[in-house]
């Protein structure tokens, strides 16, 4: 039983239209689904990703503008790394974002690895990691506004804030399966460090970088922020096995939970950070032709008879 990457992360935006044409026209990312939150139907659930919305590639955004501005601190998803192939590929996109207003501080690399770092337009810190020509990653959407080669391949890694790590590392390690496999001093603060936990096959899609002060004030979850993170298991018997290991370990975790376009179980790790386990599928073509993914409002079968109401309530895209 091996978790085998991230599955998802999923953050919080105010402002849907600007997120929709800052991830869709900006970044390139294809919106494979819009739907809305199963557990707040008033709002929006935004799934941008690769072509086919591949697992491993969704960046997901809950529509909450009445919430707070985030706050970034411990107990948080701090940022999320998205992976690129190629130094080329990094100062393309170091021209791109200068040239849409969008801030950032070149690129710059860290423990070897090539990377660039910006924040979006609500203020979620992002970055772009050269995969340095390693495997996997998603499919281009070839009606992408970037290029192929340029293209984002997924999601590289997440970046965790706490002001310790030793609780956060015991989950991690003997009831998640991580390993841990690098670590290194948190650049511009003395008493920083980051550990690198890595699992399944390793490397971009399936590491969690854990950025550790006992300075960092506590995280306030808003807007620009990040809400839960996802991890891939490929079918219903593994993650039935995951939930047995994580209740049999002590930590509260949810019932399975149908989303329709896969399974979920949630559970929260040592400072409040939010995990979830989603199985791979049956995927987001389900429903929706994979030529027409997010066109249109979809809504699992439970939710469709609120249709009219719905629509109602959601502001036009």
């Known amino acids: 039983m091996q978790l085998e990457g991230i599955h998802h992360v999923t953050a919080i935006t105010g402002q849907a239209v600007h997120n929709v044409d800052f991830y869709t026209r900006v970044l390139g990312m294809r919106l494979v689904k819009k739907t809305v939150n199963q557990d707040d139907i008033s709002a929006y659930h935004l799934y941008y990703a690769d072509a086919f919305g591949t697992p491993g590639t969704n960046v997901t955004f809950f529509d909450w503008p009445a919430v707070v501005q985030n706050r970034s601190g411990s107990g948080s998803i701090a940022r999320i ?10 100062d393309w996109w170091a021209q791109r974002l200068s040239e849409a207003g969008i801030p950032h501080q070149g690129v710059v690399e ?5 990377q660039l770092r910006f924040n979006d337009p609500e203020g979620l810190e992002l970055a772009l990691l050269d995969d340095l020509g390693q495997a996997g990653g998603g499919t281009p ?10 293209s984002l391949r997924g999601l590289y890694a997440v970046t965790l804030r706490v002001k310790r790590l ?13 390993q841990m496999v690098n ?9 920083g460090r980051v550990a690198v936990f890595s699992v399944g096959p390793g490397g971009p899609g399936a590491e969690v970088h854990v950025e550790v002060n006992p300075d960092f004030e506590y995280n ?3 807007r620009g922020g990040v809400h839960h993170v996802a991890f891939r298991t490929p079918d219903d018997e593994g993650q039935h096995a995951w939930r047995q290991q994580i209740s049999s370990m002590g930590l509260e975790v949810t019932p399975v939970i149908d989303r329709f376009y896969f399974k979920s179980i949630y559970f929260r790790v040592p400072e409040g950070i939010l995990f979830e386990i989603a199985t791979d599928g049956p995927g987001f073509d389900v429903d929706e ?29």
């Open 81 to 90: 790394s998205l992976r690129v192939q190629g130094r080329p590929a990094l």
């Open 110 to 114: 860290v423990e070897g690895i090539p």
């Open 141 to 150: 959407w070839e009606h992408s506004p970037v290029p192929s080669e340029t």
């Open 166 to 178: 030793e609780q956060l590392a015991l989950v991690m390690t003997r009831i998640l399966g991580f």
């Open 183 to 191: 670590e290194y001093p948190l650049p511009g603060q003395p008493q």
């Open 220 to 222: 306030r979850l808003g």
């Open 289 to 317: 032709d994979v030529a027409h993914l997010g066109e249109r409002l979809a809504l699992p079968p439970f939710l469709e008879p609120q249709r009219e109401y719905i629509e109602a309530q959601l502001k036009p895209l």
